[in-house]
């Protein structure tokens, strides 16, 4: 210590260090936490506000009540149906055209396989036929292993008991499948190719994949009337923006060398699309194709309120009958559906690529295996076609049966046994966790609220979040459902807050453990493609009719995305500084916290913005098990000819509150990870 | 300081581009420019241009990677471009096949305008005129060596039996026989890039770029892929453009080299001519580590013949590198005369020698007084 | 015209457009050549059996006594006049959407619906698409239910004006300091709402959302004593398992209900009707004389559901038995 300090005035609060030296590490401190201080700060003034003006300014509005806004709403939608019903508006006309051609090819398919027509008493192709035709493409696409996987799932369809509702559902799969892709494909390029495409198309697909389908239901199945059309093109909506967002990433992402290289001998733009980015980005779109797949078969059961064929509708029936069982093998039957199809699609993705590096080795010996299996088809063909043993699937074995009894009894131990204790977790659940949080968002003052917002919004995510937030809010507002949509977002943000935590600790395990993350993964497969309606009703046996049925259903729905991400991103965690941080003596604690966590953050960022997404894809699903707010609003403007105008409203407001939390998690996202090296600095 | 006195009494120097001036050259560049940013087209011309670059991206945002290069390449030469990462070489090349569009400025191949052409014929020239050898190699990961290597003829529409025969005739000239059904992931890094040679070579291009092409293999392979370049270029005898960091590479296989730093040029010149003179600090540092009894020659290092002279010693070109007459004029009593067309330019005694091979670590020895 | 009806039975092949078919030929070709090889599936020879033109389209709305009344009816019409059936999972407004486009012919149990008769029949001021085509013989019953154990435990808890003093039981998570009301299915008609305010009850109305989700509570209410108070209706299944108990609210008179905000009296009695399509009626087909004279009553329609959601019969199966056991009434709706 130089006597020149002691003769400085106390300009640290008393401390006799160099106000240089000490000035920088408290900056420093103070920066690295002023976003928690200015949160913290919000949160106190929101509290108080609320505590001041409870209960004024809320905004309520009754169940049946309407507004201008939604009378507007539901005159549009009335326009549209007037203009399909009069047949003026060529667009709609165009509309009904696609529909007859799409039922038109759709009921000659279902004629092959799955529908009689008179005066034949059965389908062209049985079962026999349709089984070997699907063995001959996946031994011919992807191998015989393929093969030995889609054999058994085709065999499961039938003995669960569903052939028929499997075949169909195959179909409209299928169907929407390819024309998102061939459609999806070709937008993906322009996007990864055009800026201003790019910028055009990116927010149509944000409001395609957070709009809740229950709200294009109607709309849908008035421009394509009732039956497959409008399945399908209900579907292609919420299935395409998958393989278009993963397409143009995957085009865009192609090595930049090699592009350059390919120019330098002066192709043109096609030979460069067919011959340079396509095969460079084929893994990117495969994956991208696969996830228009499963998110074409979630859709299956809401298309069923349609009546689209499939194995939705036994869903449904289950749940209409209050049969647990039926619902559930017709769930398990998707859930094989979809582990088949992304299995074989993978599968296939990558034959093309192994046969050619085999080269000629494979090849004799896979030509006899082709023809033999052509001759073998063609022989299950005739037989299917003349025999009704071959055509009718046999109704012994029957596994179906068994197995809904048993999920039946299932359900009545729920009911009997555990539905009193669970009463206990509910009540506490909500009383302290939900209602306090949901009375500050909901109960408040609208415009304290939204002020509180816009500065969270402010303070995570910065400028550009709080823009995106203004808007947001703004139309929320306008649109006349602020109450209901405050609940949502209370749901929407508790749930998010449990899957975060969720994805944290399983994904932790799963990524530092080979054993858990091969025990853990096909759970997660089965939870992210059985239909939602099939746990919703053990949960609700459980818990009852209340926002945290709902709430949980949501985080069932959106856990195991969030978990493998963060699995993931553990598990890409460099092997050399594991092994960097092993030498520096961390133990398992210290590696997890301050070296696999950290540098997997941005699989930790992403988990969570997906998980967001996905809880709020769940709203309507909640609504209907007892959340109320925007979901029973939307899933009212579907069943009721006056509430349309309201379910628009509602649904609108969803994809706002998507949209918002969406941007100011991205952004936040960003900020944080742009400042982390100055905060470890 | 010294350096300026010597520079002044340079010598003239041979293959410089007005030396050539007779015939055609292979590739003319005059006044090309690179401007990277919004409106960089207005600052060409402007006041702005004369700016350093780290003065014109705080003025205007705009980033000047290659100012003002102008530079011709004799048939069959092989040019090599020097410089530090940043110095705007791999921009440089890049703008002679247009893969970056010019700010300003031309390019002349083979009597074609290529700032000014048409995209079309743009790409047939880049099909038949000219190729590119890159430092990242740039092969299709999917497709077999044969395949990348018949690319180029892929893309101006040979037929496949025509492009199987010129692809395996390119396989075999870089050595890769045996190869051919492999994919690239299967081969060393060594053998990609000939792999990559092979497709510029396999369209008979008359102009071959290469950018970096061997700064991301190892040394002795590197060596390797040098010495074949060399060998190539004696076989087939291309016009060459070659980008490189490293002064060792560009010496062994450079006619001419052309030093950038920010995107000027600082110096161009034969190897010796810029061990002899450097033109300024930068290169001079660049030089300093080179051994330059491999690279001087004899022009460089000898004196006036002065009336004291003995003239009794071995007779040799001007362009004998010093080490090569290192033996001769050490073995001799008498110094070595330099004779070019019979006539005596200079000497050369033992000390200048030794000066040259033992001493060259001293800067500015070599050719101080 | 919006949309063309898909064609069907033979045309279908003139229909096939022709890229798919190609597209498919190899495939087709197989069929058509082992067509040839003749079999044990033969083909229905005579057309005789059938009266029926056109196929019957009829909506199934979403609930299981619906599904009991459309099942019956089509049993009938199949078996005993060879109609083609075809069943269309909808909701009751796209249902009655569908009578105009020709994809719907008939919704065999309409609950009113004051709104979608306003816009679909002629004599409402609609387009005339929709056509009442008489009562089902089903009554319709909408109101407030308990538990059986609560309706015996407290025995006035039936009269609305105790329903105050019995908050507090009803109490949970989602009312607050209030009694929970639960209402269900959105598509359903309901006054609550303004009934708790105008009755000056001390109840929230809480949106179980679902049918399944009240059935649920309900079950659960019972098994486990719980206290609970909702909206149901009758006929439904689900009372044969648990008979609830209504609860009086002041008591319907015409009118009453004209204005939804004040309304402060009970639900209507239903007179459960049938709708079918305009085009339907105007047509030929034997089916149109069924549909009119087809009734029955609120035990038949249990009877029947109890054998499809209970007994978990197919629906088929379920219509085939009670037609088998009901042949007077089934041969009452046949007779012209």
């Known amino acids: ?339 088949m199809l992304d299995r074989s699609m993978t599968a296939a993705g990558f034959r093309a690529e192994l046969a050619a590096r085999a080269g000629e080795r494979g090849g004799p010996f896979r030509r006899v295996g082709l023809a033999v299996a052509t001759v073998g088809t063609l022989v299950a063909l005739y037989l299917s076609h003349n025999y009704i043993w071959a055509n009718e699937f046999p109704a012994q074995p029957d596994l179906g049966t068994p197995l809904r009894n048993a999920v039946d009894r299932f359900g009545e131990w729920l009911r009997t046994d555990l539905s009193h204790l669970t009463d206990g977790i509910q009540r506490g659940f909500t009383d302290y966790g939900l209602n306090p949080i949901q009375s500050l968002f909901a109960d408040s003052p609208w415009f304290v609220t939204a002020a509180a917002i816009l500065a969270i919004a402010a303070v995570v995510g910065g400028r550009r979040a709080a823009v995106a937030t203004v808007l947001c809010l703004g139309m929320i507002l306008g649109l006349g459902l602020w109450n209901h949509a405050m609940e949502t977002l209370t749901a929407c943000i508790v749930a998010t807050v449990a899957v975060v935590v969720l994805a944290v600790v399983l994904g932790v395990l799963m990524g530092r453990s080979n054993r858990v993350d091969v025990g853990l993964r096909p759970i997660l497969d089965m939870g992210q493609t059985l239909p939602p309606f099939v746990y919703l009703v053990p949960i609700l046996i459980l818990f009852g009719p209340n926002r945290f049925t709902a709430m949980l259903a949501g985080v069932v729905y959106a856990a195991p995305v969030a978990i493998k991400l963060v699995a993931d991103g553990i598990r890409a965690v460099s092997p050399n500084t594991i092994e960097a941080a092993e030498m520096a003596g961390s133990s398992t604690w210290q590696m997890i916290t301050k070296v696999q966590l950290p540098m997997a953050r941005s699989s930790v960022l992403l988990a969570t913005n997906q998980g967001l997404l996905y809880v709020l894809s769940m709203v309507v699903i909640g609504g209907m098990a007892g959340a109320g707010a925007l979901g029973f609003d939307v899933v009212t403007g579907f069943r009721q000819s006056s509430a349309v105008g309201r379910g628009l409203a509602a649904g609108i407001t969803i994809v706002l509150i998507g949209i918002m939390l969406d941007r100011i998690t991205t952004y936040g996202a960003q900020r944080a990870s742009a400042t982390s090296p100055d905060s470890r600095a | 300081m010294t350096i300026r006195t010597t520079d002044t009494q340079s010598p003239d120097i041979p293959g410089a581009p007005d030396a050539a001036a007779g015939s055609q050259p292979a590739l003319k560049v005059e006044g090309l420019w690179k401007i990277f940013g919004a409106k960089a087209d207005k600052i060409i011309g402007s006041g702005d241009a004369e700016l350093s670059r780290t003065d014109l991206q705080a003025k205007t945002g705009c980033v000047a990677a290659v100012k003002d290069i102008s530079f011709e390449v004799q048939p069959g030469e092989v040019f090599v471009i020097m410089g530090l990462s940043g110095s705007g070489k791999s921009t440089l090349v890049r703008l002679l096949n247009r893969l970056i569009e010019p700010t300003d400025g031309s390019v002349v191949i083979n009597g074609e305008e290529i700032t000014s052409v048409s995209s079309g014929k743009l790409r047939d020239m880049r099909r038949r005129h000219m190729a590119m050898v890159f430092q990242h190699f740039g092969l299709l990961p999917h497709r077999k060596v044969i395949d990348n290597v018949a690319y180029g003829l892929e893309v101006r529409g040979e037929s496949k039996a025509e492009r199987r025969r010129r692809a395996q005739e390119m396989v075999d000239l870089v050595g890769l026989s045996g190869y051919e059904n492999s994919f690239p992931d299967q081969l060393s890094g060594g053998m990609q890039q000939r792999v990559g040679l092979a497709r510029a070579l396999a369209v008979d291009p008359q102009v071959l770029f290469f950018d970096e092409p061997f700064s991301a293999l190892d040394p002795l392979i590197r060596r390797d892929m040098q010495d074949e370049i060399v060998r190539l270029h004696h076989e087939v005898g291309k016009t060459m453009v070659f980008i490189t960091h490293d002064l060792q590479e560009a010496i062994k296989l450079g006619d001419r080299i052309l030093i950038m730093r920010d995107g000027e040029m600082v110096q161009c010149g034969t190897a010796a001519e810029i061990v002899a003179h450097p033109a300024d600090d930068y290169v001079r540092d660049f030089v300093s580590e080179v051994p330059k009894g491999h690279v001087l020659t004899l022009r460089y290092v000898m004196q006036p013949v002065r009336p004291s002279d003995s003239l009794e010693g071995p007779a040799m070109d001007p362009d004998t590198v010093v080490w090569k007459a290192a033996r001769a004029a050490l073995a001799s009593a008498h110094p070595v005369r330099v004779v070019e067309n019979g006539e005596l330019i200079g000497i050369v005694d033992d000390e200048a020698i030794l000066r040259v091979v033992v001493a060259e670590e001293e800067p500015g020895t070599e050719t101080g007084e | 015209m919006f949309h063309i009806p898909i064609p069907r039975g033979n045309s279908m092949e003139l229909k096939r457009p022709r890229t798919v078919a190609a597209a498919l030929a190899g495939l087709g070709l197989a069929v058509t050549l082992t067509g040839c090889g003749g079999g044990s599936i033969q083909n229905a020879t005579s057309e005789s059996d059938t009266k029926c033109d056109d196929d019957l389209n009829v909506a199934i709305n979403p609930w299981v006594g619906y599904e009991a009344d459309a099942h019956v009816l089509g049993y009938v019409a199949e078996n005993r006049l060879g109609c083609k059936v075809n069943y269309k999972d909808l909701d009751e407004q796209v249902s009655w959407k569908g009578f105009g486009s020709g994809e719907v012919d008939v919704v065999v149990e309409n609950w009113g619906h004051p709104e979608l008769q306003k816009k679909y029949m002629a004599d409402q001021g609609g387009d005339g698409s929709a056509v009442d085509f008489g009562s089902t013989g089903n009554e319709g019953v909408i109101g407030w239910y308990v538990p059986p154990w609560m309706a015996e435990k407290y025995p006035d808890i039936t009269d609305w004006k105790n329903l105050n003093k019995y908050a507090s039981l009803f109490k949970t998570t989602e009312s607050g300091d209030k009694g929970t009301l639960y209402d269900g299915d959105p598509g359903f008609v309901t006054n609550d709402e303004a009934l708790v305010s105008n009755l000056k009850l001390d109840y929230k109305v809480v949106y179980a959302g679902s049918e399944t989700a009240l059935i649920e509570a309900f079950r659960d209410a019972e098994k486990n004593k719980k206290p609970m108070l909702g909206y149901f209706y009758e006929p439904q299944w689900f009372l044969s398992e648990v008979p609830l108990v209504k609860v009086d609210l002041p008591e319907y008179k015409d009118g009453c209900d004209a204005d939804a905000a004040k309304v402060a009296c009970d639900y209507p009695v239903y007179d459960l009707n049938k709708v079918v399509s305009k085009e339907f009626a105007d047509s030929k087909s034997p089916a149109v004389d069924l549909v009119k004279n087809f009734t029955w009553t609120n035990e038949d329609q249990n009877l029947v559901a109890k054998y499809i959601a209970e007994d978990q019969m197919d629906p088929d199966e379920a219509a085939k038995k009670w037609v088998d056991d009901n042949q007077d009434k089934v041969d009452a709706w046949l007779k012209d």
């Not at chain 1, 201080?37 to 009540?65: C, E, H, N, P, R």
Request: charged share 10%; aromatic share 8%.
């Open chain 1, 1 to 339: 210590m130089s006597t020149s300090t002691l003769e400085r005035p106390a300009a640290g609060g008393g401390t006799h260090r160099d106000p240089e030296l000490s000035g920088s590490p408290a900056l420093a401190t103070l920066r690295r936490h002023w976003r928690a201080a200015s949160l913290l700060g919000v949160l106190v003034v929101w509290v108080v506000a609320w505590a001041i003006f409870k209960d004024q300014y809320t905004l309520v509005i009754g169940g049946s009540a309407r507004t201008p806004v939604f009378d507007w709403l539901g005159d549009r939608s009335a326009w549209v149906e007037q203009a399909a019903s009069n047949g003026s508006n060529p667009f709609i006309n165009l509309a009904g055209a696609i529909a007859d051609l799409v039922d038109s090819v759709f009921g000659w398919l279902q004629s092959l396989f799955t529908v009689a027509h008179f005066p034949r008493p059965l389908p062209q192709i049985g079962w026999l036929g349709t089984i070997a035709v699907a063995a001959l493409v996946a031994y011919a696409a992807a191998g015989w292993r393929t093969l030995a996987l889609v054999v058994p799932c085709f065999l499961a369809f039938g003995v669960l008991g569903y052939w028929n509702d499997a075949v169909d559902l195959l179909i409209v799969t299928f169907f929407a499948v390819v024309v998102s892709c061939l459609v999806g494909i070709a937008i993906g390029v322009l996007m990864a190719h055009s800026r201003r495409v790019s910028a055009f198309v990116t927010p149509i697909l944000d409001v395609m994949q957070t709009m809740p389908p229950f709200v294009y239901l109607l709309p849908m199945s008035i421009l394509f009337g009732i039956g497959p059309a409008a399945a399908v093109m209900m579907t292609l909506i919420y299935a395409a923006p998958p393989v278009i967002r993963i397409t143009a990433h995957g085009i865009r992402s192609v090595s930049g060398p090699v592009i350059e290289a390919t120019d330098s001998l002066g192709q043109t733009g096609l030979q460069r699309l067919w011959n340079v980015e396509l095969p460079m980005a084929k893994r990117t779109i495969i994956a991208g194709i696969n996830q228009t797949m499963m998110a074409a078969l979630s859709m299956a059961t809401i298309a069923a309120y349609i009546d689209s064929p499939g194995l939705g509708q036994p869903v449904l029936d289950g749940l209409k009958r209050g049969q647990l069982g039926t619902s559930f093998v017709a769930g398990i039957a998707i859930v094989i559906m979809a582990v």
